[in-house]
């Protein structure tokens, strides 16, 4: 039996949550159980899960009193999943991840007991995106979404199924990294253990508006502390010295740019995330907070 548990984090995103809770309670293969981490949501979330709680059995809902961002939030579920659930399967998605109703039947583990670690493909307007799934730091080549299945080694939480066990050997996600490259710095964690295999039948809509995806990779916001810090810090602690070098030398570049720019605002980003990252200064910062920019 396929005893498996989805895991969702949200964050005012109630129209999403509604459709995602919809699609992973209609799975053909059923899930044994959901939990749910409302981020500390104020757009009607808590009251929609609370009643929601009540016509479904085995969802598992935990409020947030604050935003403790993505990782925080993969944590607490993983955690609560692990400690409140019988399952041997935890699939991780955020509330914009809609799951194809076949998806989880697709994903049904094989008896290499070696392997710890399944992933779907990712979909947005029905093109593949493939910087989901890693290998060597680069996605993998669309060419090989053709195949049944695939390896790779690095994932992101959209869409990551791994087992009871392999939890058991890596422990929970970082929380302190509070929200970008915690799922890389995870991934990386897994490299001893198993691979990741990507079954290409099973396949997950992600519901991201790409047009402000794409604008928002040209503007400098409170996001970008958040990963700079923590790609020199994952590279760091996994003593992958080159490619720690290389993320230096590029946040320095940046660092020059803005300043050639006279973005006083950008270099004390920069540079602050740089810092933190050396002396392990980790956790949310309150001088870069959901929604500034730079």
């Not at 409302?38 to 598992?60: A, M, W, Y």
């Not at 916001?221 to 790609?231: E, I, M, P, Q, V």
């Amino acid at each position: 039996m396929f005893n498996y548990c989805i895991v969702i984090v949200t964050f005012n995103r109630l129209s999403l949550l509604r459709e995602c809770l919809e699609h992973s309670i209609e799975q053909i293969t059923r899930p044994s159980s959901i939990v749910v981490i409302d981020n500390c949501s104020t757009d009607g979330t808590r009251e929609f899960l609370d009643e929601f709680s009540k016509t479904v059995c085995d969802i598992h809902i935990h409020h947030m009193k604050e935003n403790i961002g993505g990782a925080g939030g993969f944590k607490r579920g993983l955690q609560a999943a692990i400690e409140e659930t019988d399952a041997d399967w935890f699939m991780l998605i955020d509330d914009d991840a809609i799951l194809d109703y076949d998806c989880m039947s697709q994903l049904v583990p094989s008896f290499d007991k070696q392997i710890h670690a399944y992933a779907c493909v990712v979909r947005t307007d029905d093109e593949i995106i493939t910087m989901h799934r890693r290998r060597n730091d680069s996605p993998v080549s669309i060419s090989e979404y053709s195949l049944p299945s695939f390896n790779c080694d690095l994932a992101s939480f959209c869409g990551l199924m791994i087992s009871r066990l392999l939890v058991s050997k890596i422990g929970y996600p970082q929380e302190d990294y509070f929200i970008w490259f915690d799922d890389t710095e995870y991934s990386m964690r897994f490299k001893q253990i198993t691979p990741i295999v990507v079954r290409t039948d099973a396949v997950l809509n992600h519901k991201i508006n790409r047009r402000s995806d794409k604008e928002e990779i040209n503007v400098i916001s409170w996001k970008n502390y958040y990963g700079t810090r923590n790609c020199i810090h994952a590279y760091k602690k996994h003593k992958q010295w080159s490619k720690f070098r290389k993320a230096i030398y590029f946040t320095v570049k940046e660092i020059f740019c803005q300043i050639a720019k006279g973005n006083v605002s950008a270099v004390k980003l920069y540079c602050s995330a740089l810092f933190d990252a050396v002396v392990n200064r980790m956790g949310k910062n309150s001088h870069y907070l959901p929604g500034v920019k730079y």
